[in-house]
């Protein structure tokens, strides 16, 4: 099996490499660094920069999948110019890889790409699964879902030898980073504390999971829209205090008002205050074990 990542040199690409590495697979990744070189069997890099329409085509050489994770982080202060990064670095990059693709007929087994639980209305109260239709202008981050998903199946139609598959990410919980890490050092000083009624629903992934289902997608072929999220959700007061009881601390600060942590970070609060319970019905019907089930054992494992 060969693999091709986009974004590879992310927390969640390099995951999926080295989980992939393990499996024995080789793997190509796509970098706009044309100074990366690999010193590991059976991993190399290649060139590209999707806005010059320029790529190493020997990127495709033997592939079999595809898996597309390019994209600009979303934790950043959202300028116009930032939302313009991160709406085009989605979409023109998608296209730019699907369109080389097809042009030079390359005959690929299994295309994925990543998308998220923003496809859905922020809701206290909707379970989505992958049978509900995605909201309809409700969020700026739901506008790069609902434009970036429309990419692919335009491709879809266009190769229809190729298996596509779209993975609807929730909140991934990785040492490195994010909310995991921010909270965990937060925490450790007694600052952490819910922002707004911490009500909100946090639909959860543990890496190594997340890893696993791309990876088990591309030997499958898996086709269809999947939402890769744990199956069991949790209110955002209630990931807090599990991070704090973690490490031994509690929350003693009252709940942060929306309206300040916006006035600090933008429409940025946008990540941090949406509300999604999402279920992966899709993943329980493939029949995908999970190592990380449930939130403290995620915790535990993150900590070890």
């Not at 879809?156 to 030898?161: D, L, Q, R």
């Not at 997340?210 to 939402?227: C, D, M, P, T």
Request: aromatic share 10%.
């Amino acid at each position: 099996m060969k693999l091709l990542i986009t974004g590879g040199t992310g927390i969640i690409g390099q995951e999926i490499i080295n989980l992939s590495l393990i499996e024995g697979f080789n793997v190509n990744v796509l970098t706009r660094d044309k100074s990366l070189r690999s010193k590991r069997a059976g991993l190399k890099y290649f060139y590209w920069n999707p806005d010059a329409k320029v790529i190493n085509h020997e990127c495709f050489e033997g592939v079999n999948a595809v898996i597309n994770l390019s994209g600009f982080n979303i934790i950043n202060y959202w300028s116009k110019k930032n939302k313009l990064n991160i709406l085009n670095s989605r979409v023109r990059s998608t296209e730019f890889i699907l369109s080389e693709i097809n042009k030079r007929n390359i005959k690929l087994k299994t295309f994925i790409s990543a998308s998220g639980i923003a496809a859905y209305k922020s809701s206290y109260s909707n379970f989505y699964t992958e049978n509900d239709s995605m909201s309809d202008k409700n969020s700026f981050l739901n506008q790069v879902v609902v434009k970036w998903e429309s990419k692919v199946l335009e491709y879809k139609k266009e190769m229809p030898s190729t298996s596509f598959s779209i993975m609807r990410i929730g909140i991934v919980l990785y040492r490195e980073g994010g909310i995991y890490k921010i909270s965990n050092n937060l925490g450790r000083f007694y600052l952490l504390s819910p922002i707004g009624d911490g009500k909100q629903w946090q639909s959860w992934i543990h890496i190594n999971d997340l890893a696993r289902a791309f990876i088990i997608s591309s030997k499958e072929s898996w086709e269809g829209v999947y939402n890769l999220v744990s199956p069991n959700p949790v209110t955002q007061k209630v990931m807090l205090e599990s991070i704090a009881k973690n490490i031994n601390r509690k929350i003693i600060f009252p709940n942060i008002p929306v309206k300040l942590v916006s006035l600090l970070l933008g429409e940025v609060i946008e990540v941090i205050n949406s509300s999604h319970k999402v279920d992966a019905q899709m993943l329980r019907l493939k029949g995908f074990r999970y190592n990380f089930s449930n939130l403290e054992q995620a915790l535990t494992n993150l900590s070890s």
